[in-house]
């Protein structure tokens, strides 16, 4: 081997090392979504959870300052940063990353000790998911660059776990608005409803998927609702209207989860190939069982289609039932 075959060799060996580094933090900045930290007192938050995210963001900080000394001429070993911009999109990205991370860490030593404490678990949830974030997009350029297996990157958004927490999203959405700014005679039935569904869901193994901040407005709203329906004061009816604006915003906010990039990569994808199928289709009729799967996927993308979907699945039903029934006649 040539030396600098030799040079090349090495430098993608640190590379490497340096994106296990990043897959390993985000894997164990992911473990703080299980231990359902929301939960936790003001002090013990303060005093275990998070010193521990800002740990874990310190040690990201110099992974991806050890990076920049790889790919920018213009930092050194030390992750120190010099006036002039970076030179190519790798060490954009790094540098965008590592100010992010400083710029999270400070506003979280600055305010640790007056913040609320609602304020102080959003901030360190930001940070963690940042964390995750920043690995994933890292690992997306420098695999690029490199030529290297995605499997050296990290999945930053696990599309599989994204798509189930939309399915949960959009069943809360479903069911806020299954009746449009209700009547006063049907708060009651209606915040019952959402309280139940919040219940459920928070109740469940689905809740640890749920980002921490989600967790903790749907806690709170759930609790509220609680609470009013448990008064049994009918005549605070304009409490209850306050209630289902507040669970519509709440749900109006969760649905934005379909900004996430690998959510938007996974459905422009899965459109794309649905519009070939049905473009190559001979049987416009005929829907087969990996098409419909496709089309499953993207429930939750688009009001309309979900209307769509909704329909095609009732046709569906209606198409397969009588059959179904012979079916079990003859058994």
Known sequence: M??????????KARVERELVALR????ATRRFDRAGFEELSSAEFRARIAPAVLKLGELTRHVVGRLQAIYDVNVDDDGELSDAPP??????????ARLQLSQAMEEIGRNSERNDHWDLVAQCNRLRGMIVSVGAVIGRAVCSREGLSSENGINGGDVRQ???IRRIYTAVYAVVFAVRDPPPARIRERLTAIEDLMRQVLDSNLAQLIRVND?????????RMREWLDSGVAAHLDDGAHLWQDASAVAEMMVQI???QELIEHDRQHVR???????AAEDQDSVSPDVIELISALRGRDRELDTALGQLEELLLNRLVPQLRAVLERL
């Open 273 to 279: 190939v649905l519009l070939g199928r049905f473009a």
């Open 258 to 260: 379909n900004n996430r």
């Open 215 to 223: 967790r903790v407005q749907l806690r709170r709203l759930q609790a």
């Open 24 to 27: 390993d933090l985000a894997t």
């Open 2 to 11: 040539s030396q600098i075959g030799a040079v090349q060799a090495d430098s």
């Open 87 to 96: 030179p190519d999109e790798v060490s954009d990205t790094l540098f965008v």
């Open 162 to 164: 994204a798509l189930l």
